[in-house]
Structure formats: structure tokens, C-alpha cells
């Protein structure tokens, strides 16, 4: 059975610093593209960061320069930090998870509010 389970979502101020975690269970992690996505209220749920099996990594435009994804292939456990958060990076923050047959997985969410 494929677990994602996101942590580390907070309320926090602009200008402001948060890491998220994602560990994984049930999936060789070592083969699979790990990514982050969210979606805010009323909104579409949109791509934040990818990394890929052999650590490439792939960014969406709003969060490039402040967010960096990362994975520990030992932990089964991939991260996003964000750093310089806006109001706008307010969302609930998914995990997914994609392998060699394009299968994608996803988390529950955890939610992230920036405010003051």
C-alpha cells in the first residue's frame, strides 16, 4: 500500500521560512519522481517542484530563487524548503509521487498560511 504523508505545514509570517517533508512508504522512492503541488482557496491545484530519480529538478516560475526541493533516497523522504514566503504561496501543499508505468500518487496535504 502507497503512503504519502506530508508534514511540517504552519502558519507563518511574509517574509517567512518553512520546510516541508514527505515520507514515503510502499514505492521503491529510488526510481520514482517526487514533486509538490498546491492548491490555494478557489483555485486550481498547480505544479511547485519536481525532482526527478536522478536529481534533476524543475520549478514553477513563482517560486523560483525561494523554493528548493530536495530528497534523501535513504529516508524514503523527499522536502521543499521555502524561504521569502508570500500571502500568495497560501495553499494546502500536496506530495506525489510518479513511476516507470506514470502511475501518480498523492498525499493528503498539508496546509501552509502566510500571514501577518
Known amino acids: 500500500q502507497v503512503q504519502l504523508v506530508e508534514s511540517g505545514g504552519d502558519l507563518v509570517q511574509p517574509g517567512g521560512s518553512l520546510k516541508l517533508s514527505c515520507a514515503a512508504s510502499g514505492i521503491r522512492f529510488t526510481v520514482y519522481e517526487m514533486g509538490w503541488y498546491r492548491q490555494a482557496p478557489g483555485k486550481q491545484r498547480s505544479l511547485v517542484a519536481t525532482?526527478?530519480?536522478?536529481?534533476?529538478?524543475n520549478y514553477a516560475d513563482s517560486v523560483k530563487g525561494r523554493f528548493a526541493i530536495s530528497r534523501d533516497n535513504a529516508k524514503n523522504t523527499q522536502y521543499l524548503q521555502m524561504n521569502s514566503l508570500k500571502p500568495e504561496d497560501t495553499a494546502v501543499y500536496y506530495c506525489?509521487?510518479?513511476?516507470?508505468?506514470?502511475?501518480?500518487?498523492w498525499g493528503k496535504g498539508t496546509l501552509v498560511t502566510v500571514s501577518s
Open positions: 525532482v526527478t530519480s536522478d536529481n534533476s529538478t
Open positions: 506525489t509521487a510518479v513511476g516507470p508505468s506514470s502511475l501518480r500518487y
